[in-house]
C-alpha cells in the first residue's frame, strides 16, 4: 500500500465520544434509535438532540449510513452506520456488507466537506464479527478509499481494548 495512503491511519485506544475529529462513525443498528455499546455512548454524549434527528431520518439498512449533527460532541458530525450481524449470514455477505459501511460511510464524509474521521470497530460487539476478520475488512477497505478518493486527511480506527488495538495496529503494520 502507498506509504502517503498509510500515513493518513491512526489506530488509537479509547473513547470515541471524545475524540476532536470532524466526524465519528456510529455503529448504529437500523432504527437509528439509539441502543448498547458504542450507540448508546454516542448518544448519551451527544444529547436528546441526536435522537430527536435520528428520528426524522426513517432508519438505515445494513451497509448504508446517514449523517446526523454531533450536537454535545467534539465531533461536528455523527455519521451512522448499520453493520452486519456476523452469525445471521455466510461470511463473504458479512464481509461485503461491512466493506459497504466502511465505504459508504467515508463517501458521506467527504461529500459533507468532513477531513477527519473516526471508526470503531463495527459489528465487533453484539454483532459478533470476529475482530481480526472486521480489521483487515476495516482498514483495506479505507486504504482503497483513500487512494481513490483523498480528500479525506485522517482516518482514526479508536478500539474500546488494549487486544483489539494490537490486532489493527498489526494488520496496519502488515500492509507498510
Known amino acids: 500500500m502507498e506509504k502517503s495512503v498509510l500515513q493518513k491511519i491512526e489506530i488509537r485506544q479509547g473513547d470515541i465520544t471524545r475524540l476532536e475529529v470532524d466526524a465519528i462513525v456510529n455503529a448504529a443498528n437500523s432504527s437509528l434509535l439509539g441502543g448498547g455499546g458504542v450507540d448508546g455512548a454516542i448518544h448519551r454524549a451527544a444529547g436528546p438532540e441526536l435522537l430527536d434527528e435520528c428520528r426524522t431520518i426513517g432508519g438505515c439498512p445494513t451497509g448504508e449510513a ?8 467534539p465531533a461536528a458530525h455523527v455519521i451512522h452506520t448499520v453493520g452486519p450481524v456476523y452469525h445471521r449470514m455466510n461470511a463473504a455477505r458479512a464481509e461485503n456488507l461491512l466493506a459497504q459501511c466502511y465505504v459508504n460511510s467515508l463517501t ?19 454483532y459478533g464479527y470476529p475482530i481480526a476478520d472486521a480489521c483487515r475488512v476495516a482498514i483495506d477497505s479505507s486504504c482503497r478509499f483513500l487512494k481513490a478518493l483523498p480528500a479525506i486527511e485522517k482516518v482514526v480506527f479508536i478500539l474500546f ?9 498489526r494488520h496496519l503494520a502488515s500492509l507498510a
Not at 66 to 72: A, K, L, S, W
Not at 162 to 169: K, L
Open 161 to 169: 481494548s488494549e487486544g483489539d488495538r494490537q490486532v489493527y495496529e
Open 66 to 73: 446517514r449523517i446526523t449533527g454531533g450536537y454535545r460532541l
Open 108 to 126: 458521506l464524509a467527504a461529500a459533507h466537506g468532513v477531513r477527519s474521521v473516526a471508526f470503531p470497530a463495527i459489528s465487533c460487539g453484539v
